[in-house]
């Protein structure tokens, strides 16, 4: 029986899963000392580890917040210090409910509305907004697809007034993306990612980050994907329909990567919704510290 097995009224179980509702989620995290176990839990499940030498002995002081000291390094940190969370003056309770709100949301929430629920201005709930995509997106790198894969080049954005058409429009931002699917054509997980364009070369590397060595691959036939081919992939071309997505607007240069990225992470994680909050929360106590100035930084590489 699969994951996708429909009920004797044809509901789908994975729509229809039990989330966890709103009465939950305040039972749980509605103090900030229950916010800062949870926290406490996810960064360090085993008890204190030291990020710089790794010793698992400290010492404890006070002082605004607790602090812990290696006892072999002398390193100190608090709670939040080297984590996503780090140099925020917000309680943890209003980034939990960030994380609630963002995770059971089933279209994503764009900041304006975050900034409205959180009752903060604007510019604070674009920084937890995109210092959260930016948690979700490291957990996706290097994520690896097996059996059979659906590949699809696709694009953000739309051709300018005036502009080119097709894959050479000036506001368009390609990225790829693939699913694995079983036996049955059931879709398992996904990656979402941009690249830097379509040639040979950027699929080559996509595949060598993206594919375990022996996956199937199919997709529209678009000539770059040769390059899977050459790395011993079997492929097939499909036909395939034209499909259009909407989405909150945003810079699609700039922020690209995090709005795929938390696309791919909500996508690999639907099986259990209830474990959205404790996943996330690992992933943003595991997510290195980011300024503004380094989240609104322009990429690696620039649109074609």
Not at 19 to 32: D, Q, V
Not at 279 to 303: G, I, M, Q
């Amino acid at each position: 029986m699969t994951a996708y097995t429909q009920n004797r009224k044809g509901m789908n179980r994975i729509q229809f899963q039990p989330g966890l509702s709103l009465t939950e989620f305040l039972a749980a995290y509605g103090t900030e000392a229950a916010c800062s176990r949870a926290l406490r839990r996810a960064r360090w499940p085993s008890g204190y580890v030291c990020a710089d030498c790794g010793h698992a002995h400290a010492s404890r002081f006070r002082r605004f917040e607790t602090y812990w000291q290696c006892s072999a390094c002398h390193a100190q940190t608090s709670l939040r210090g080297g984590t996503i969370f780090a140099s925020s003056k917000l309680p943890l309770t209003t980034w939990f409910l960030a994380l609630y709100l963002l995770t059971h949301s089933k279209n994503g929430l764009s900041a304006l509305s975050l900034k409205r629920h959180l009752g903060v201005c604007y510019r604070t709930a674009w920084r937890i907004k995109h210092k959260l995509m930016q948690a979700m997106t490291d957990r996706e790198i290097g994520r690896q697809l097996d059996g059979f894969v659906q590949i699809d080049d696709a694009y953000l954005g739309g051709k300018l007034p005036g502009g080119k058409p097709g894959r050479g429009a000036e506001n368009k931002r390609p990225f790829l993306i693939a699913v694995e699917t079983d036996a049955e054509g059931y879709p398992g997980h996904a990656v979402i990612e941009p690249v830097p364009t379509f040639d040979k070369k950027a699929i080559e590397a996509w595949g060598q980050t993206h594919l375990v060595p022996g996956a199937e691959v199919y997709s529209d036939g678009l000539g770059a994907f040769r390059a899977i081919v050459d790395q011993g992939h079997a492929h097939t071309v499909i036909v395939a329909s034209t499909r259009n997505g909407t989405h909150h607007a945003f810079h699609f240069f700039k922020y690209a990567d995090r709005y795929l990225g938390e696309a791919a992470w909500r996508f690999n994680r639907r099986f259990h919704l209830k474990a959205l909050i404790p996943r996330l929360l690992v992933a943003a106590a595991r997510c290195k510290p980011r300024s503004e100035h380094t989240l609104r930084a322009v990429p690696v590489f620039s649109p074609c």
